[in-house]
């Protein structure tokens, strides 16, 4: 015997509804930025890499007020996931979030720049949650693929 299914009762989301565009790669020329990481817990040199592109920043003018790393794979959680990030949505934990867009507002800073390729809809739900412009300090991850 087959289950009656239950209605998802979340309100819809249509593509484009309620949906601001945003740019793709603004200009972090004279900005106060906050750095933001994403590395495995296999990655031991997360410091020199977060080192490299706050020198990349610099170079390009933008001065870094704040950096927030998360590792993925330092607690229980199996050496399979340890190179997933833990959203989709969001690439971080939620609790990091909020801890980024806290030191954001704490810093006023003018953008948070990800040293890991972002989705347009990672851009996008990042730049919301966080109220400052999320940007890629690499190439987009839709770009590349």
Request: proline share 6%; charged share 25%.
């Given at each position: 015997?087959?289950?009656?299914?239950?209605?998802?009762?979340?309100?819809?989301?249509?593509?484009?509804?309620?949906?601001?565009?945003?740019?793709?790669a603004?200009v972090?020329?004279?900005?106060?930025?906050?750095?933001?990481?994403?590395?495995?817990?296999?990655?031991?040199?997360?410091?020199?890499?977060?080192?490299?592109?706050?020198?990349?920043?610099?170079?390009?003018?933008?001065?870094?007020?704040?950096?927030?790393?998360?590792?993925?794979?330092?607690?229980?959680?199996?050496?399979a996931?340890?190179?997933?990030?833990?959203?989709?949505?969001?690439?971080?934990?939620?609790?990091?979030?909020?801890?980024?867009?806290?030191?954001?507002?704490?810093?006023?800073?003018?953008?948070?720049?990800?040293?890991?390729?972002?989705?347009?809809?990672?851009?996008?739900?990042?730049?919301?949650?966080?109220?400052?412009?999320?940007?890629s300090?690499?190439?987009?991850?839709?770009?590349?693929?």
């Amino acid at each position: 015997m087959q289950q009656n299914r239950r209605r998802d009762r979340r309100p819809v989301r249509r593509a484009g509804a309620n949906c601001e565009p945003v740019p793709a790669a603004p200009v972090v020329e004279g900005a106060d930025v906050v750095l933001v990481g994403f590395f495995s817990g296999k990655q031991k040199d997360f410091g020199a890499l977060m080192d490299a592109a706050a020198g990349e920043l610099a170079r390009r003018g933008a001065r870094v007020v704040g950096r927030v790393v998360q590792r993925r794979g330092v607690s229980a959680g199996g050496a399979a996931r340890m190179a997933l990030p833990y959203s989709s949505r969001t690439l971080l934990s939620y609790g990091k979030v909020r801890e980024t867009a806290a030191l954001c507002a704490r810093t006023r800073a003018e953008a948070a720049v990800f040293a890991w390729p972002l989705t347009d809809r990672q851009r996008r739900v990042l730049t919301r949650m966080l109220g400052v412009p999320a940007v890629s300090l690499e190439p987009d991850a839709d770009e590349s693929a």
